[in-house]
């Protein structure tokens, strides 16, 4: 199984397309989105090409290739409008030996991090719109884990690049759209 990860398009058509494009290309099976789909959110700029009926239109017809979690600006009126489910914290993904978690980043992040994050998993989130790929330790714990974020294509923050994961057989890269 190959997935392709990404996050925080914020109702974006231009950046949908280059996700939807990357993912085509790349021959994945499953397009995980780490939530922020439609809204841009009110603490944001609108993003240059905000089309959430467009962004719609495009995600839809894929409904069975795709797996969601919801983003903080993501609400049961989006879920309306997709054909996929958006409204689950997180999800796990295996590939390989490895296990990934899966969440938008608001409410488990690198300093706030779930009880079950088994030892070793590797953590996929959004939210902060930046582009990470690190390894962290809990002090507490002795354990360590690896951070990966695909930042946002639509509205990147700290000069981010646009970017997605690819997952396959337990290897995990962050690529640049």
Known sequence: MKYLV???LHGDSY??????????NENADKLVILGDILYHGPRNDLPA???PKKVISLLNPM???????RGNCDAEVDQMVLK???MSEYIYLVSGDK?????????IM???????????????????HVATDKEIS?????????YMNPGSPSIPKENSTPSYILIEDGNAVLKPL
């Open 15 to 24: 950046w949908t397309e280059r996700v939807i494009e990357a993912f085509k």
């Open 138 to 146: 809990v002090a507490e714990t002795g354990a360590s884990y690896r």
């Open 6 to 8: 990404a996050s925080d």
């Open 84 to 86: 996929f489910p958006i």
């Open 99 to 107: 296990t990934f978690f899966a969440t938008h980043g608001h409410t």
């Open 49 to 51: 090409h905000y089309e």
């Open 63 to 69: 409904a069975s290739s795709i797996l969601a979690v």
């Open 110 to 128: 690198p300093e706030k991090l779930p009880v079950f994050l088994p030892a070793g998993a590797v953590l996929l989130a959004g939210h902060t």
